[in-house]
């Protein structure tokens, strides 16, 4: 009887059960750390009122100082070297009982200064050479001179020191703003300059330009701000209006050189500072200055994450208690899943013919496994369909290529019969270096046979006038037409001369003869059939340097692109030019080309200045064959174009190294070949073979515009060459010949008077 999954709902509920019990842990989590910042908000405003009262305590005590000052006259008298000592105890005794004040200044109406330090703490006067049991520093400066008075801490004086006066107190924005006003004025926060630390300047104008006035040390500040019964990671920074530091809780270097954003005061929120989140809120005080306090969301909600783990582990040893329940009720299931993973398997190695039906008594399952058969079949008809759709576009490729080369297409069609042979061979050989070579299936043959097929298919970017190139001066056409043009020419203008009496008939033969010979010189030299030896180069340049006159201009009935390449003036017609010429709108430029990207995908071959170099001297002169150094790379760089167009193509990944089989078959095995100069220990055994299958019918074929056919034993010899050069491997070679898989091919294929012994 087939039973309904339905009926293991019991196993919904266990999940049921753990949802609920996330949920209500989530929401005891999310109320206990909503009732621990309003909490903690409260604990703010708290501290920012009694922040705010006490610095305005402070300030009254700052101000209050110097109006007692003021009301006591003590700074009545012109200020002098020799300082009453009364006075040095009054300000002694202020400084004492305010331990916050660090110093007590007067600029009197002559503009004289007077300065009392306690230095308990500082150690900058130490340049001064002050005595070591130095308590109180007295600063005086009149006019030019500033001298500096050392008491110990009885006010016993233990020395002085006079320099030329160096500091100057008519610049200092204290000094300015106690001028314009009648009440005592505050300084933003500042370093001192004798003590290096920071702190508020309180000034107040006691007469016309005299004005008195005590540093304050923002350390007393800092203690201010300590915080007792509160969490260890709280911490108070005060700053002023603009944001800019004044004092905190933990002060460091690196805080007080900061500007803090005041943007969003009045405002709580959680802020990241050096990877760990803040509780933060920024308040306005009494004074207009800011307080921004924070503390650590770690160490906040600590206590509710400890309990919410007390919750969670209760939760979890109840559905542990669950598992051996949960274990049997899906006893039952477990059998026919596992055995519909095995015929899941059995498809995703696309082994289709046997993917069976499972039997079982659940209708969903059973269900599944019909589906999982129709899906195989449906997978299987699907995937031949691809396969032919495959072939169909590589014959597509070759169809084009043989379009625009018909010697190439056929170079695509003969090379993979070759390579298959050779890797069948290879497959079924019981030789010592083949042994361990795995034998391949039917998918890494077929992606053996694509690679081989796709192996030159870049050639499809490479113009057909390069491909096909059989005369150095061939470019869409052969331009030794020109060339006889030019002949013609000279031997026209030399007929001219004889009509007109400027040469005689001897003369006039002479050059004729000598215009005949130079012009089949050139055509022969054209040909590139042999090696041009130095001599032929020299008569090559000797015979350009004849001149001809053109009437005509140059320029007219080019395109733009071809105007482009003409970079000098005109020139003022007639104007007389060498026979042959290398002029500057004969380079091509290479242009848009990514030298980084060439170079980080691997690809060493060396890339020529110019895309095409059309001009005749250059082009007369390539030493061997018919094609420039930028023809030849253009040529190479099929290889190149073949391995980025089959990179780009998504196969599956049972075809993943097609790209690779097709893009090293010009590779060698001492690391010479091209494009990436790989070495015999980077090549892998089916790209060897394609290599040998690429050179054995590029040798033997005899459909190359460009040379004859050679014969089966001269192919043959060549290679032979090539395995002493470490060009293709000799293993290889061996197996090839042996085999017999050249005669073979050779009479499918070959000419009859090619086949030779």
């Keep these: 009887m087939k039973i309904s999954i339905r009926t293991n709902i019991l196993i919904v509920f266990i999940i049921s059960t753990f949802t609920i019990a996330a949920i209500l842990l989530f929401s005891q989590y999310y109320f206990s750390k909503k009732l621990a910042l309003e909490e903690t908000q409260k604990s703010f405003e708290h501290l920012a009122q009694t922040l705010s009262k006490k610095l305005a305590a402070q300030e009254y005590d700052m101000k209050r100082v110097i109006d007692v000052m003021d009301d006591k006259n003590l700074f009545l008298q012109p200020i002098s070297f020799d300082i009453p000592k009364t006075t040095i105890k009054h300000l002694v005794d202020i400084i004492e009982l305010k331990p916050q004040i660090k110093s007590i200044f007067y600029v009197d109406t002559k503009g004289s200064f007077f300065e009392l330090l306690s230095i308990k703490e500082d150690t900058l006067f130490k340049q001064y050479e002050m005595p070591e049991a130095t308590q109180w520093v007295a600063i005086v400066i009149i006019n030019d001179q500033e001298k500096y008075i050392y008491f110990d801490k009885t006010l016993h004086i ?66 201010m701000l300590d915080i007792k019964e509160f969490y260890s990671s709280t911490e108070i920074i005060l700053v002023d209006q603009y944001g800019n530091f004044i004092a905190t809780t933990r002060n460091t270097q690196e805080q007080s050189k900061k500007v803090y954003d005041i943007s969003r005061s009045d405002k709580t929120m959680v802020v990241q500072e050096n990877g760990a989140f803040m509780y933060q809120n920024i308040t306005r005080l009494q004074n207009n200055d800011y307080m921004i306090i924070q503390v650590s969301m770690e160490e906040l909600l600590a206590p509710y994450k400890e309990n919410l783990l007390y919750s969670l582990s209760a939760a979890l040893i109840l559905i542990l208690l669950f598992i051996p329940v949960i274990f049997m009720a899906t006893g039952f299931l477990v059998k026919p899943v596992k055995k519909l993973i095995l015929q899941n398997k059995k498809i995703a190695r696309r082994e289709f013919d046997k993917v069976q039906r499972i039997e079982t008594n659940i209708i969903e399952f059973d269900a599944l496994s019909r589906s999982l058969v129709e899906m195989s079949q449906s997978i299987q008809e699907y995937q031949n369909t691809q396969a032919k759709l495959l072939d169909s576009i590589i014959q597509l490729i070759a169809e084009a290529i043989d379009a625009k080369s018909p010697y190439t297409a056929g170079h695509c069609k003969r090379v993979p019969e070759i390579a298959l042979m050779l890797l069948d061979e290879v497959n079924k050989s019981q030789k010592e270096p083949f042994k361990e070579f795995e034998v391949i299936s039917k998918e890494e043959r077929k992606e053996f046979e694509l690679a081989a097929w796709l192996h030159d298919c870049g050639k499809v970017t490479t113009p057909e006038y390069v491909v096909d190139k059989a005369t150095k001066l061939e470019t869409i056409y052969n331009r030794i037409h020109e060339i006889r043009m030019r002949f013609e020419v000279l031997l026209r203008d030399a007929m001219i001369a004889r009509c007109e009496g400027k040469i005689s008939q001897e003369e006039f033969e002479e050059q004729k003869k000598q215009l005949e010979d130079d012009f089949a010189f050139i055509a022969s030299v054209n040909l590139g059939g042999e090696f041009l030896s130095e001599e032929k180069i020299k008569r090559v340049h000797t015979i350009a340097q004849q001149k001809w006159m053109r009437y005509f201009d140059d320029r007219l009935g080019l395109s733009e692109n071809e105007l482009r390449r003409y970079m000098q003036e005109p020139s003022s017609l007639p104007v007389e030019e060498q026979l042959l010429s290398d002029k500057e709108h004969h380079k091509i430029f290479r242009e848009n080309f990514d030298y980084e990207a060439y170079e980080k995908e691997g ?31 253009k040529i190479n760089e099929h290889v190149i174009m073949s391995i980025k167009m089959l990179e780009k193509i998504p196969f599956p990944p049972y075809y993943s190294k097609i790209p690779q089989y097709a893009g090293r078959h010009h590779e ?68 090839f010949v042996e085999s017999g898989i050249y005669k073979e091919y050779a009479k499918k294929y070959l000419n009859p008077e090619q086949i030779d012994d």
């Design 158 to 223: 233990l020395g002085n020191y006079i320099l030329k006066k160096h500091y100057s107190y008519s610049d200092k924005e204290w000094y300015k703003e106690a001028l314009k006003s009648d009440d005592v004025v505050i300084s933003k926060p500042y370093i001192f300059s004798y003590s290096n630390k920071r702190g508020l300047t309180y000034a107040k104008k006691i007469a016309q330009k005299s004005v008195v006035g005590i540093d304050c040390m923002l350390q007393s500040i800092s203690q």
């Design 603 to 633: 690809f060493k071959e060396e890339v020529p200045e110019y895309l095409y170099n059309y001009g005749e001297i250059y082009n007369l002169c390539i030493a061997k064959g018919t094609l420039t150094q930028e023809e030849r790379y």
């Design 668 to 735: 060698t095995l001492d690391g010479t070949g091209y494009p990436k100069r790989l070495s015999d220990k980077d090549l892998s055994i089916p790209e060897k073979i394609m290599a040998i299958a690429d050179v054995f019918e590029a040798l033997s074929a005899s459909d190359r515009p460009y040379k004859k056919a050679k014969k089966l034993s001269e192919t043959l010899k060549i290679m032979e060459f090539m395995v002493k050069d470490k060009q293709i491997d000799g293993e290889l070679f061996e197996l």
